[in-house]
């Protein structure tokens, strides 16, 4: 079993950065990719992020292509979004998913393990 903790949420300005954190614990895998979703109010959930554990490779959405930014830390065991200039159709509730696979994945059922989410509000 893995489990998938977020944090980091919270209120931020529009225009303003905040760096999201999704600690994973439990079994530990060589082949899985994280994900971040995000599911905005009255809206379904959708693809954000990933990134492959083991070599790094990301893949964005085009909706936060160059203003978001996935990364790890393997020491950590914990996986992080980065979002720069954050626009009034960025807050949502935040996810952290994993699936065990080496190929991206953009969709929510192929993600089976998932974190509790984090609150993204942007004031103005």
């Known amino acids: 079993q893995v489990q998938l903790v977020e944090s980091g949420g919270g209120l931020v300005q529009a225009g303003g950065s905040l760096r999201l954190s999704c600690a994973a614990s439990?079994?530990?895998?060589?082949?899985?990719?994280m994900g971040w979703f995000r599911q905005p109010p009255g809206k379904e959930r959708e693809f954000v992020a990933a990134?492959?554990?083991?070599?790094?490779?990301?893949y964005y959405a085009d909706s936060v292509k160059g203003r978001f930014t996935i990364s790890r830390d393997n020491a950590k065991n914990t996986v992080y979004l980065l979002m720069n200039s954050l626009k009034p159709e960025d807050p949502a509730v935040y996810s952290c998913?994993?699936?065990?696979?080496?190929?991206?994945?953009?969709?929510?059922?192929?993600?089976?393990?998932w974190g509790q989410g984090t609150q993204v509000t942007v004031s103005s």
């Open positions: 998913a994993a699936r065990l696979s080496s190929y991206f994945g953009t969709r929510v059922n192929e993600y089976p393990y």
């Open positions: 439990g079994r530990t895998f060589s082949s899985y990719v």
């Open positions: 990134i492959n554990w083991s070599n790094g490779r990301t």
